[in-house]
């Protein structure tokens, strides 16, 4: 089984940083993914990690360590569009490139003027 | 255009009733997944399937019921001795290789009066 932790709530100001932690716990890791969720829509594919290290793609980035379990989603030059949840995601070995992903519960992120 | 797309975006249906999801993509993905979510949870896998004529249990299946019988369609049904039906239903696929991502669709919102 999996147990995936994030912060419920952070806010943050339009044009800053800001870091979303995600620490995981697994019987066996097969990458970890990022989704962004606008209220009441579908989540949008963001980034995934299966190696360690810092994944760039625009004004998003994000991080793994597989020895500590923890991954970070990094925002930059925050616009007020930003403002959604962000939900971490993690796969395990257990079976083929096919299987499910386990969730946490998923970030929500205030964007301030 | 492709797509992943789900039918009605809004259900409402009386308690005791069954009640069928529609899910349909044109991407020519072999999986497809269904998930559940509720208010501050995370997504949880209900059903997956990796190819046609198979599906496998997700983390809470009781109550719930799947077919694949085409590559582009997998619904999902809500029985009646699923305890809480109501949530936000998504529909995701993706090509099954290992890292690749799941594509959402919009989701079902079913209320269960």
């Known amino acids: 089984g999996q147990n995936i932790d994030q912060p419920t709530e952070m806010t943050a100001t339009e044009g800053a940083i800001v870091q979303i932690n995600c620490t995981y716990q697994?019987?066996?890791?097969?990458?970890l993914f990022w989704y962004q969720q606008h209220a009441g829509e579908a989540p949008t594919f963001l980034s995934y990690?299966?190696?360690?290290g810092l994944e760039e793609k625009g004004r998003f980035s994000s991080f793994l360590s597989r020895s500590k379990g923890y991954s970070y989603l990094l925002l930059k030059e925050l616009q007020m569009k930003d403002s959604a949840s962000y939900l971490c995601a993690v796969r395990e070995t257990s079976g083929g490139g096919a299987d499910g992903l386990t969730f946490g519960k998923g970030t929500h992120l205030i964007i301030q003027p | 255009d492709g797509g992943i797309t789900q039918s009605p975006k809004y259900l409402f249906r009386k308690e005791g009733q069954n009640v069928t999801l529609s899910c349909e993509q044109n991407?020519?993905?072999?999986?497809m997944y269904w998930y559940r979510q509720d208010p501050g949870q995370g997504l949880r896998l209900i059903y997956y399937?990796?190819?046609?004529?198979?599906?496998q249990k997700g983390d809470i299946a009781e109550g719930y019921s799947v077919s694949r019988e085409k590559k582009e369609s997998f619904p999902l049904t809500v029985t009646s001795a699923q305890k809480n039906p109501t949530a936000f239903y998504l529909c995701a696929s993706s090509t099954g290789v290992n890292l690749d991502e799941q594509f959402f669709g919009p989701g079902t919102r079913l209320t269960v009066l």
């Open positions: 990690n299966v190696l360690d």
């Open positions: 991407l020519n993905h072999d999986a």
């Open positions: 399937s990796q190819i046609v004529n198979d599906f």
């Open positions: 697994t019987s066996g890791f097969n990458g």
